[in-house]
């Protein structure tokens, strides 16, 4: 049941608004084995008592365990300097600090230098078949692609190509982000290469020329954490970005409400883990039709039965249609 293309299901959509969802099946049309990855807090390296932490708090939120690992050793060091559990617990905010960093590191490349420019070229293209992007992956793919636009007008100057602009501007001697109405691509949870400051001010790494790879080791170390939603649940997810005093993640969610026609759902296994996500698209009752991308791997069946637990009661109403198209057919990377 993927005999539609994805350019057939392009062309069935000429003269609409067309937006794109991007899953972590993006990622990982690009490196299979790198980005397979469900949560951070998977590592071996991280101890049974700080994943116990974790539990006990009920967060996947790096961030939020080394703040609370610091400020108790803080208080104990306060209350009895000869207490060696402050020590203990200093180590192991460092030592996750560092787990967090390498997880970050071993699933990409070095620089957007280590990825062919004919790669990212093709998934520029795919791209471009869109008004408005939104994308529930963290990681630096989809910025680094677009930010090869200049490169690829420089080799097809006659080709329209998607132009970004993610909100941020400067301001001083950072690029921060302002809500502006032209903005066209949405993190939906957050992203590596942004950043919270201490007066809640969402900031992005500038282009400087730097590796952004080592930009973001060296913001960990300085207290610059990724805005990053590694909540596990659907709940937890949609309580950080709308409860946690996060303009930027609120934003981005509340536009997906606004979009309209048409949204592409590309790499998406349409988990119950992004429920809010998919909650927000059934209930946008000016989207009128949703592509789902279909993998090699995926059983038609499965997916439309996942596809009808959040869409099934609009398309009774007959307020929504759903199509299937084969993923292989995007020629990502």
Request: overall charge positive; proline content about 2%.
């Amino acid at each position: 049941m993927k005999d539609l293309t994805f350019e057939k299901a392009i062309q069935e959509c000429n003269g609409c608004e067309k937006n794109l969802l991007l899953g972590n099946g993006f990622s990982r049309a690009f490196d299979e084995n790198s980005f397979n990855y469900s949560n951070l807090l998977d590592s071996p390296n991280i101890s049974y008592y700080i994943k116990r932490i974790f539990k006990t708090f009920k967060t996947s939120d790096f961030e939020v365990i080394i703040k609370k690992l610091e400020s108790s050793a803080q208080l104990l060091k306060a209350y009895d300097h000869r207490l060696t559990t402050s020590d203990r617990l200093y180590g192991e905010a460092n030592k996750l600090r560092d787990e967090l960093i390498n997880r970050i590191l071993e699933i990409h490349p070095s620089s957007q230098n280590d990825i062919e420019k004919d790669r990212m070229f093709n998934t520029l293209i795919f791209l471009s078949n869109f008004n408005k992007i939104f994308t529930l992956n963290y990681d630096c793919l989809l910025y680094w692609v677009l930010l090869n636009r200049e490169d690829f007008l420089k080799r097809y100057p006659n080709r329209e190509i998607f132009e970004m602009d993610d909100g941020f501007r400067p301001y001083y001697n950072e690029l921060v982000w302002k809500e502006k109405g032209k903005q066209n691509v949405f993190y939906l949870h957050g992203a590596l290469h942004l950043y919270k400051k201490y007066n809640s001010l969402i900031c992005k790494i500038w282009n400087d020329g730097r590796y952004l790879m080592d930009v973001i080791k060296k913001n960990l170390y300085d207290n610059k954490y990724p805005l990053i939603v590694t909540e596990g649940s659907s709940k937890n997810k949609l309580n950080k970005i709308l409860k946690e005093n996060n303009d930027y993640l609120a934003c981005c969610y509340s536009k997906l409400n606004e979009i309209k026609d048409i949204l592409f759902i590309h790499g998406h296994s349409l988990d119950k883990k992004d429920k809010h996500i998919f909650d927000a698209i059934s209930k946008n009752l000016t989207i009128k039709r949703v592509y789902i991308s279909l993998c090699s791997k995926e059983k038609y069946l499965d997916k439309r039965e996942k596809a009808d637990t959040f869409f099934a009661k609009r398309e009774r109403e007959g307020t929504l249609k759903i199509f299937f198209y084969d993923a292989d057919s995007a020629n990502l990377w």
